[in-house]
């Protein structure tokens, strides 16, 4: 089963600057928070606040050659989550076919946004990455480095209590940031 979500903020850790996008269940409370590197964060957020770049990034200019080629972007979706590191798969509608294209999450996010199309997580990663951030997300941040995306593996391994045990740490990193001062929402601020 396939959760909806929408981007509820680009979030910065006043320590060590790494950044994290949260993911929000459309129909519930939970949040699934991605490491994503800077620039990443910087073209999500551009977005998200309606600012256009000088020149198209990126994702600008995959948006418009998918349109250019006659193609769709039709969902996103966060599909697995393997030694702390999120996969996602963009889903394009061309001539009548649907292909998928394996991507870095950051990546579809960043083109979802830009196509108002769905982002969709696996009922299984979020289960087991997702938060409920509470009112003591307002807490110091803590400094907890950041880990890099990497190409998907070939087979998933079964959760292990040394993979609950690191999703812990994130997940008490993620319930310390501070959320004032670096909340991008979708509605504008």
């Known amino acids: 089963m396939m959760i909806e979500t929408t981007v509820e903020s680009i979030r910065v850790s006043l320590v060590s600057q ?8 459309v129909d ?10 800077a620039y990443e964060a910087d073209a999500i957020a551009m977005e998200l606040q309606g600012v256009t770049p000088q020149r198209p990034l990126p994702y600008d200019l995959m948006r418009s050659m998918l349109t250019d080629l ?4 039709s969902q996103v979706v966060i599909s697995n989550l393997s030694d702390q590191i999120f996969f996602a798969r963009i889903k ?6 649907t292909l998928e294209i394996d991507a870095r999450p950051s990546d579809a996010i960043a083109l979802a946004v830009r196509t108002n199309t769905r982002i969709l997580v696996d009922e299984t ?10 009112e003591d997300a307002d ?4 400094a907890l480095e950041s880990e890099p995306e990497a190409e998907p593996a070939k087979a998933e391994k079964p959760r292990s ?7 812990s740490v994130f997940r008490d990193f993620i319930n310390s940031l501070d959320l004032d001062d670096f909340d991008r929402k979708r509605s504008g601020s």
């Open 92 to 97: 394009l509608d061309h001539a009548g076919q």
């Open 18 to 25: 790494n950044r994290v996008v949260i993911l929000k269940e």
């Open 161 to 167: 209590a040394a993979d609950d045990e690191r999703l």
């Open 139 to 142: 807490d110091t941040v803590s």
């Open 70 to 73: 006659g193609a769709t972007v």
């Open 28 to 37: 519930g409370e939970r949040h699934l928070p991605i490491w994503i590197g």
């Open 125 to 134: 990663v979020m289960d087991r990455a997702s938060v409920t951030l509470g």
